[in-house]
């Protein structure tokens, strides 16, 4: 597609309920991210995807939240048991993963996020 | 691991006024900078960044920063602002090494006046 897509675009909850949250990466690209984004702050990321395989799920915050990438391209976060601390804006991004000699050039560009309320 | 600071929260200019956001990292290692945006009710969209090379890289809508290694700061600048710049302006870092995670700042809102 043109950009990154993500839904649902709103998704309210209740405490203890599970959901999943979907990202469609840009056509071609290989690398995937997703960040969290609560209200004054910037994003802060979660988990990277290369491909299939999570290379980076440092910034995940607990056991609850859990992502897939199951054919390398459509991504779902998942988090079980929901708590009101969960609620924020989850932003998923794109990148063609380039990479130079000594470093990367990469650019990630994202999606419009989903707004998760958790009451 | 990297930390980004931006210290101006909220910024009020009135148009026609020359803009400067303040950004400064934490990091030892090379890095690569970024500025995005995100405008009322839109999505973060990337203004600028830097990789390597001049260090005074241009970006859209008429915007610049300036790389400067020595005081681990990436500022934004535009000479003459607009009322359509009005928006949240996020710097952020990544290491240029193996590691792929962009470190945001906090942000700042840019409000300008009519």
């Known amino acids: 597609g043109a950009g990154v897509s993500q839904t649902p675009s709103n998704k309210v909850t209740e405490k203890g309920k599970y959901v999943e949250l979907r990202c469609d990466p840009i056509?071609?690209?290989?690398?995937l991210y997703w960040y969290r984004q609560s209200l004054g702050q910037g994003p802060e990321f979660l988990i990277y995807?290369?491909?299939?395989?999570?290379?980076?799920d440092s910034g995940l915050p607990n056991d609850r939240f859990f992502a897939v990438r199951p054919e390398g391209s459509v991504s779902t976060l998942k988090i079980q048991r929901t708590e009101r601390g969960d609620s924020a804006v989850y932003l998923c991004a794109s990148s063609p993963a380039l990479t130079i000699a000594g470093g990367s050039t990469d650019t990630q560009y994202f999606g419009p996020g989903t707004r998760l309320t958790v009451l | 691991a990297q930390s980004v600071s931006q210290h101006n929260h909220h910024v009020i200019l009135s148009e026609a006024a020359s803009l400067e956001l303040g950004c400064n990292y934490s990091?030892?290692?090379?890095?690569?900078l970024f500025w995005y945006v995100q405008y009322p009710g839109q999505h973060l969209q990337l203004l600028l960044k830097?990789?390597?090379?001049?260090?005074l890289v241009k970006g859209i809508k008429g915007f610049e920063a300036e790389f400067i290694k020595s005081k681990f700061s990436f500022n934004l600048r535009k000479p003459s602002v607009q009322w359509s710049d009005t928006a949240e302006y996020f710097c952020?870092?990544?290491?240029?090494?193996?590691?792929?995670?962009?470190?945001f700042g906090s942000g700042t809102q840019l409000t300008v006046l009519p």
């Open positions: 830097y990789f390597s090379g001049d260090p």
């Open positions: 990091y030892g290692g090379t890095v690569n």
């Open positions: 995807f290369q491909g299939t395989g999570a290379a980076d």
């Open positions: 952020a870092v990544t290491a240029s090494g193996s590691a792929r995670q962009l470190t």
């Open positions: 056509s071609g690209h290989t690398a």
